[in-house]
């Protein structure tokens, strides 16, 4: 139970602390959990011949992007994760003394 509050709280964390990278004057604003919170456009450096309603597509459609790709990696990492833990349970079998390791696993 005291495991599952701390992971709680880290995660409340994770949600509120903000990371920025800019590049051109193109921000980006990631939270703790590699969750893109805001793309902005602070100067017109990038997207000077856009309207302000085609800016703030564009910012949208790099957020929504970015935040399929994150999620799409992680889905990728948690099924490859899922085989290793497979493999690693088959080298467990259930004996008299309860559960141990097979030979050379």
């Given at each position: 139970?005291?495991?599952?509050?701390?992971?709680?709280?880290?995660?409340?964390?994770?949600?509120?602390?903000?990371?920025?990278?800019?590049?051109?004057?193109?921000?980006?604003?990631?939270?703790?959990?590699?969750?893109?919170?805001?793309?902005?456009?602070?100067?017109?450096?990038?997207?000077?011949?856009?309207?302000?309603k085609?800016?703030?597509?564009?910012?949208?459609?790099?957020?929504?992007?970015?935040?399929?790709?994150?999620?799409?990696?992680?889905?990728?990492?948690?099924?490859?994760?899922?085989?290793?833990?497979?493999?690693?349970?088959?080298?467990?079998?259930?004996g008299?003394?309860?559960?141990?390791?097979?030979?050379?696993?």
């Amino acid at each position: 139970m005291k495991l599952q509050q701390e992971a709680m709280k880290v995660k409340k964390e994770l949600e509120n602390t903000y990371i920025e990278a800019e590049v051109n004057g193109l921000v980006i604003t990631v939270n703790g959990e590699m969750k893109v919170e805001k793309v902005d456009f602070e100067t017109n450096e990038l997207v000077e011949w856009l309207s302000d309603k085609q800016k703030e597509a564009l910012q949208n459609a790099i957020m929504e992007a970015v935040n399929k790709w994150v999620k799409k990696s992680q889905e990728v990492a948690a099924e490859k994760m899922q085989g290793v833990m497979a493999q690693m349970w088959m080298g467990w079998m259930w004996g008299a003394g309860g559960w141990m390791g097979l030979p050379g696993m």
